[in-house]
């Protein structure tokens, strides 16, 4: 299923996409798409059963797209998680997964604005695949039982600041953190739809010009061992997020005059199956 959340921001209800494209509110049934949902297999087939019926009431295609998870409880994100991106940055591959925390309340939605922040002279773009959470997973021992953690796959846009993240001493969280700087969906697609997370393109467009074209099968930890290897330091729970790092073509890995993000510009990312998200800047 194509699971997605509609309205304006902070009132959004839930709905799915169906095979022809179409919107459905799923608002009858359940009461939002969250952790708990995903949790709840019942409560799953029950939403598969009303889709295919098609009896589920139509949508309006042209109202917003929220965040396709509501209640997210941590967002944990790889860094320098692809072999090609380590190497644009002039970084060795890691030996094991780099890990730092985005706050929930920088999601947003896919076509929101994003705000440059005050102060801002390198705020960059990062297309990444997310890993949803489905069962609370800790300690997990295999990759099988990974993976059997993951309720489904959204695209995620880990936006940064790089001044902030790498100059302004301590963490990264500086450059992380700032506000919308994690547009999330359009869709969160269940885990059966995608039955090999490492055999996806993702790409970014700035201002029309094609800037990231990668596939996950760059990965240098793929999505099982990502999942496996956090539920070793922190529990995972139905809700929570992983963005699982962004390939090769970030302007921090560009010769200067590297073409950091300014207001005015637009930003298109897409995932194959996992949609397309649009997002003009202006500043905060």
């Not at 790092?245 to 005015?264: K, N």
Request: aromatic content about 6%; overall charge negative.
């Amino acid at each position: 299923m194509k699971l997605l959340r509609v309205g304006p921001a902070g009132a959004e209800r839930p709905a799915l996409l169906d095979a022809g494209g179409t919107r459905r509110d799923l608002s009858g049934l359940v009461a939002d798409i969250d952790g708990g949902l995903l949790a709840d297999d019942a409560a799953l087939a029950r939403l598969r059963e009303a889709a295919a019926s098609g009896t589920l009431p139509v949508l309006d295609a042209a109202e917003r797209v929220g965040p396709p998870l509501a209640r997210i409880g941590k967002i944990v994100c790889v860094g320098l998680n692809y072999h090609d991106h380590a190497a644009e940055v002039g970084a060795a591959a890691p030996a094991e997964p780099v890990l730092f925390m985005k706050a929930p309340d920088t999601v947003v939605g896919p076509h929101d604005t994003v705000l440059v922040p005050r102060g801002s002279v390198k705020t960059d773009w990062e297309c990444e695949l997310a890993v949803v959470i489905g069962r609370t997973a800790r300690y997990l021992d295999s990759h099988a039982e990974a993976m059997a953690a993951v309720a489904g796959y959204a695209l995620s846009h880990d936006v940064s600041e790089r001044a902030f993240q790498n100059e302004r001493g301590g963490q990264w969280d500086k450059g992380k953190n700032c506000e919308t700087f994690n547009p999330l969906g359009p869709w969160l697609v269940t885990a059966d739809e995608i039955p090999d997370p490492q055999a996806l393109r993702l790409r970014t467009w700035v201002n029309g010009t094609l800037m990231q074209d990668g596939r996950t099968a760059d990965q240098i930890f793929p999505v099982a061992e990502v999942v496996r290897y956090i539920s070793r330091f922190m529990t995972l729970r139905p809700g929570d997020v992983i963005n699982t790092g962004t390939p090769a073509g970030v302007a921090w890995g560009r010769p200067e005059p590297r073409p950091f993000l300014r207001a005015g510009d637009v930003v298109e990312l897409e995932i194959e199956q996992l949609g397309r998200q649009r997002q003009d800047l202006v500043n905060a």
